[in-house]
């Protein structure tokens, strides 16, 4: 295992914090090549004496980055940089730009610097779901939507709560806010590979704000801004019952949830295709 990571090269923003420089450490005596950036001007040795190189970056200026295009490609990067929140009353204006316009400058970085086969296949904005959760005794993580737990239950609409159900009435083109910030779903915009993000107005005070922002904007259509948003509640069907009481149930765990979706779901399945044979058979002769 060892001998299949060496000389893969990791790039660790934030190194030399609390949560970063046991990452780096770590990382290293794994076999990883582990370039170490921070926003300190000095490391004071700490990394050269690990056999790590150390890089001094403001993620806030973009041209700062311009110091680590002698290090070539990488294989993945870990992001623990940004103003502490403890820093807040003191400077918000730093904390809020480390996390906003840093974090944007560190995407930026990979997209430049990641390449190569392991990178450039491309993910849709429904696969990106990543969830990684350890405890004590083990670890879980889950990647990708397909099987995803939480993507089955939540997003599933099989585990909201009743207002969702019955009384939410902010759907579509109703809000009671001045602003709704959303990703465009929709069939118009469903080929851009980077994605992209819509603003919709609702207020006077909302298209005023929108102005204002330093942001170039394309404006479209309400309809096209609003495909694939919600236009109506979810149903509740019969079997979400059961499954809220499985979740409920303190000796029951989330699979078995699972299990009750996916066998409702099969059932829904099989429905369908009953009542729809042409377009069951249709598939079944492009399989074949």
């Not at 906003?100 to 296949?121: A, I, Y």
């Not at 001045?178 to 107005?201: E, M, N, P």
């Not at 009953?274 to 249709?282: D, S």
Request: proline share 3%; charged share 25%; aromatic share 12%.
């Amino acid at each position: 295992m060892r001998n299949k990571i060496m000389n893969k090269k990791v790039v660790v923003f934030g190194a030399t914090g609390n949560l970063g420089a046991p990452v780096c450490v770590k990382l290293k005596n794994d076999g990883y090549d582990v370039i170490a950036v921070g926003g300190r001007k000095d490391d004071h040795g700490f990394f050269k004496e690990k056999g790590m190189s150390y890089y001094s970056v403001n993620i806030k200026d973009k041209k700062s980055f311009e110091v680590l295009d002698e290090i070539g490609d990488v294989y993945a990067v870990c992001h623990f940089a940004g103003s502490l929140p403890s820093r807040y009353a003191y400077d918000p204006q730093d904390l809020i730009e480390s996390i906003t316009v840093g974090t944007l400058n560190v995407l930026l970085f990979m997209r430049k610097q990641m390449r190569g086969e392991e990178h450039v296949k491309k993910i849709n904005w429904h696969d990106s779901y990543n969830f990684f959760i350890k405890g004590v005794k083990g670890s879980w993580q889950s990647r990708m939507s397909k099987g995803d737990k939480f993507y089955k239950l939540f997003l599933g609409d099989c585990a909201l709560g009743p207002q969702c159900y019955y009384r939410c009435k902010y759907k579509y083109d109703k809000s009671s806010a001045d602003i709704r910030i959303c990703d465009l779903w929709g069939k118009t915009y469903q080929d851009y590979a980077d994605g992209v993000s819509g603003s919709i107005a609702f207020t006077e005070r909302g298209k005023e704000i929108l102005n204002a922002i330093n942001c170039h904007l394309t404006v479209q259509p309400f309809e096209i801004v609003a495909q694939g948003q919600m236009r109506a509640c979810p149903s509740y069907k019969h079997w979400y019952k059961k499954v809220e009481d499985v979740l409920a149930d303190q000796s029951a765990s989330i699979n078995d949830a699972i299990k009750i979706v996916d066998h409702e779901r099969k059932i829904d399945q099989w429905k369908y295709r009953f009542r729809h044979p042409v377009p069951t058979v249709c598939k079944i002769i492009k399989k074949i």
